[in-house]
């Protein structure tokens, strides 16, 4: 007989591998189950390691795996050269901000002659204009899902809730001042006389 696995499972004299009789606490007798050939228990499968993120947690805690046979090409110069550049950059990051604390008065004026638009000051009939055409494409996605259900398509949960909302929707736009196509209303009314006269 070999050594059990992980799972307990044992290789017997025939080659059958088998998980071994045993006691239950009650002092009865489990028999002894057989084991598919080729099935390996999740307990027996290897866990995969990614050498990436196993070298990433590593960080720091000794050599990269992988880099064992590459050589230090800089010299003890170069990194002092860069760590003194880095040096540099932060004192003058550090110079900047204390001469535009300095001359924060400047920046404030420059920053009020600019005044960045708020929500609140958009053109409320930009705003009208923007949610009428969202409610038109709404209502016009919902006018075809309806000609669909009518042609005899099955639909959605989610379609059947839009094609519901379809006088909700045109509710919405005449609250607005649009009509049921998305047209303002007054320049739906003025060019319609004009059509009549013509």
Known sequence: MSQPTNSGIITDKNGER??????????STRKAIKVRPGYRPPEDVEVYKNRTAE????RGKG??????GLKEDRSDQQLSAA???????REARKKAKAAGETEGVDQNTAVAAVPALK???LDPEAEKEKKARNLKKKLRQAKELKDKKDGGESLLPEQI????????????LDALGFDSEGEPKTAKA???PKEDST
């Open 18 to 27: 088998v998980i071994p009789e045993s006691k239950r606490a009650d002092g």
């Open 55 to 58: 070298g990433f947690r590593q």
């Open 63 to 68: 050599p990269v795996p992988g880099a064992e």
């Open 83 to 89: 760590t003194n550049k880095n040096a540099k950059r």
């Open 119 to 121: 929500p609140e000051e």
């Open 161 to 172: 809730a839009k094609v519901i909302k379809i006088n909700e929707l045109i509710r919405e």
């Open 190 to 192: 003025s060019s319609e």
